[in-house]
């Protein structure tokens, strides 16, 4: 099982980005999927995550509206679609996968992680 984020980079505040997690190992509709991020001296928070079935998201305050979860299960692919980025929004990100299927904010209730992909919105 594997994940793998694709996407960070240096944007400009305002500017858009789309990051994209790579599934392997496992069909991707069976699990729920979070995006969780880091930013330095702070601890991990989760900030969108989708269940399995599609019917359940949940998005931070910070990034409602701004942000965009989805998937392709024919891709293995989820993707996180940012918009109106802003300098707060600078962190490391992480994909992640719940086999449980239902998801949540909370690190600890995911079982699969890619690796980390830096954000960094300035100008």
């Known amino acids: 099982v594997q994940l793998q984020a694709f996407g960070g980079g240096l944007v400009q505040p305002g500017g858009s980005l789309r990051f994209s997690c790579a599934v392997s190992?496992?069909?991707?509709?069976?699990?729920?999927y979070g995006w969780f991020r880091q930013a330095p001296g702070k601890e991990r928070e989760g900030v969108s995550c989708?269940?399995?079935?599609?019917?359940?998201?949940y998005y931070a305050d910070s990034v409602k509206g701004r942000f965009t979860i989805s998937r392709d299960n024919a891709r293995n692919t989820v993707y996180l679609q940012m918009n109106s980025l802003k300098p707060e929004d600078t962190a490391v990100y992480y994909c992640?996968?719940?086999?449980?299927?239902?998801?949540?904010?909370?690190?600890?209730?995911?079982?699969?992680w890619g690796q980390g992909t830096l954000v960094t919105v300035s100008s």
């Open positions: 992640a996968g719940d086999r449980t299927g239902i998801g949540g904010r909370v690190p600890n209730e995911y079982d699969f």
């Open positions: 190992g496992f069909a991707l509709d069976y699990y729920a």
């Open positions: 989708l269940s399995s079935d599609d019917v359940t998201t």
